[in-house]
């Protein structure tokens, strides 16, 4: 039904990602203050602090890995870099302007930068990078159940899906600054629209035609299902 249950407004902080973990305080980056937290929802507007790592180089995203380390995309340091909850640094992975991350079900880390959408292994050693051919820039990437994977560019204002091969086998354009795209249990497809603030739904068999889902939400930038 789109009802607000709970919202971060403490402070000035420009929150960027917000995850809901296990044991249900949200994972919350703040480039602007180079800040990741974890807070414990309190009522609709409170909070309680849990954890927190300062002074990151422009965080983009993070993700609890299972043990309770954090692995945080450092967009200005260009690296991915994991930390143990003593907030000390275990390893680093250097790529360009790290944007976005996805822990796949094999234990894999699916990367996105402004350099391209690339896999790597319990290691960080590559095993697959998308084929982008000159024709995307990515800004945020997904990994499909079927093995493909979504692909949003927000510059060129489209969603194109990429099979392990690389080759496009579904595509939304005419899209108004969409940041995430997330593929729905039916087979039809969710779109945040940044400028607008609206989810909206396509289905593949009707792709000029979406279905606003939620309207309301400018300057929103990622959606987390449940």
Request: glycine letters at 8%; one cysteine or more; proline letters at 6%.
């Amino acid at each position: 039904q789109g009802r607000e249950l709970w919202r971060y407004r403490e402070g000035d902080r420009e929150v960027r990602i917000g995850r809901r973990l296990e044991n249900g305080n949200i994972l919350m980056v703040c480039p602007h203050v180079g800040q990741v937290m974890e807070v414990r929802p309190r009522g609709k507007f409170e909070s309680d602090l849990i954890w927190s790592l300062n002074e990151v180089n422009y965080p983009y995203d993070a993700l609890r890995l299972p043990g309770g380390n954090t692995l945080v995309a450092e967009h200005h340091a260009g690296r991915i870099a994991e930390y143990d909850p003593s907030r000390k640094c275990l390893r680093t992975f250097q790529i360009q302007l790290p944007m976005a991350l996805q822990r796949l079900d094999n234990g894999n880390i699916l990367v996105t930068s402004t350099s391209g959408v690339v896999e790597l292994d319990r290691d960080w050693k590559e095993v697959w990078r998308a084929d982008l051919k000159g024709q995307l820039r990515p800004w945020r990437a997904e990994r499909l159940e079927n093995g493909n994977t979504l692909v949003t560019d927000h510059l060129r204002g489209l969603v194109v899906e990429l099979d392990a091969a690389s080759n496009e086998v579904w595509r939304q354009d005419g899209l108004s600054k969409p940041v995430q795209a997330l593929r729905l249990e039916d087979g039809n497809t969710l779109i945040l629209e940044q400028v607008p603030g609206r989810l909206i739904e396509v289905d593949p068999a009707a792709p000029g035609r979406p279905v606003p889902v939620l309207q309301g939400l400018q300057g929103a930038s990622s959606v987390t299902m449940p």
